[in-house]
């Protein structure tokens, strides 16, 4: 809508059969001849297509899909790359800023995330069909499953990017213990974080109401990525 000061989008690259209306659709080379700033917001794999070429190409990237990030070779590919800055969205969660700080005064101990979304949202192409209808027709919140940042933001590629997000603030992937509830009667999708270390003790708890497009998304995400755009930009950060 033109509504980030500093900033025109010029195009739109995307993959669904039907052009979206209103939007000037580009092709990915176009994009990246023709932009500053490129933004990932089309999930994991398309990350690991498209996300090393961008930075070669000295556009700058703002990753959205951060679970991508857990395979060693991307993370490379995008953190050590000569051209393009990366820089990553906060997507659905807050906090992040003060766990970097606490992580920089001596580093933490420790560090959580539960994330709970509405059941059938959390329905995985890797699930057998018995697991699927174990979530159609729960009653209670069931834990899905509990892991590493690394092992949850693979399982849930298109829903868990937020442990990636407090495993890359930590610094370390194996530190933060990631779990996934999947509640029938979630009307908000929540992500409590806590953590702890030298600097002091932390609890974030965020509940977002799920986007109507994509209820898998919390809806705060765009505008989480129109105010990394606006600070990318030069903009005011506070607002
Ligand atoms: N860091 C965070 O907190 C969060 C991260 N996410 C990430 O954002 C991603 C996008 O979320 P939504 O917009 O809700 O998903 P969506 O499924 O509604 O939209 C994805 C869009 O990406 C496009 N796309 C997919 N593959 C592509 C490719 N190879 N090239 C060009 N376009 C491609 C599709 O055409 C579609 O329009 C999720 O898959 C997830 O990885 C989502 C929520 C929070
Ligand atoms: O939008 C959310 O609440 C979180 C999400 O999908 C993700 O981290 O992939």
Redesign the pocket.
């Known amino acids: 809508a033109g509504s980030v000061a500093g900033a025109d989008l010029v195009g739109v690259v995307h993959a669904d059969p039907v052009d979206p209306p209103g939007l000037p659709v580009i092709g990915f080379e176009e994009a990246i001849g023709c932009s500053d700033l490129v933004v990932e917001c089309a999930g994991q794999p398309a990350l690991r297509s498209y996300g090393p070429r961008v930075l070669r190409a000295g556009v700058d990237l703002l990753v959205v ?3 991508a990030l857990v395979d060693d070779e991307l993370f490379t590919s995008l953190t050590e790359a000569d051209g393009g800055k990366l820089s990553l969205s906060t ?3 807050g906090g992040l800023d003060m766990v970097v700080a606490a992580t920089g005064m001596g580093g933490l101990d420790r560090a959580t995330l539960t ?1 709970t ?1 509405r059941a059938v949202s959390l329905i995985q192409p890797w699930m057998s069909e018995a697991e699927a209808r174990r979530l159609t027709s729960a009653r209670e919140p069931i834990e899905l499953m509990r892991g590493s940042a690394r092992t949850i ?1 693979s399982a ?10 407090l495993a890359l603030a930590v610094g370390d992937w194996e530190r933060v213990e990631a779990a996934v509830v999947a509640d029938p009667n979630a009307e908000l ?1 929540s ?1 409590v974080i806590t953590a702890e270390g030298g600097a002091g003790s932390y609890r974030f708890e ?1 509940r ?1 109401h ?2 109507a497009e994509t209820p ?3 809806g ?2 765009p505008h989480a990525v129109l105010r990394a755009i606006r600070s990318l930009a030069g903009g005011t950060v506070f607002r």
């Open positions: 899909s951060t679970g997507g659905a969660i994330t979304k933001a849930f590629p298109k829903s868990a990017n937020v442990a990636a997000s999708t992500h965020v977002n799920p986007s898998t998304t919390s705060v995400v």
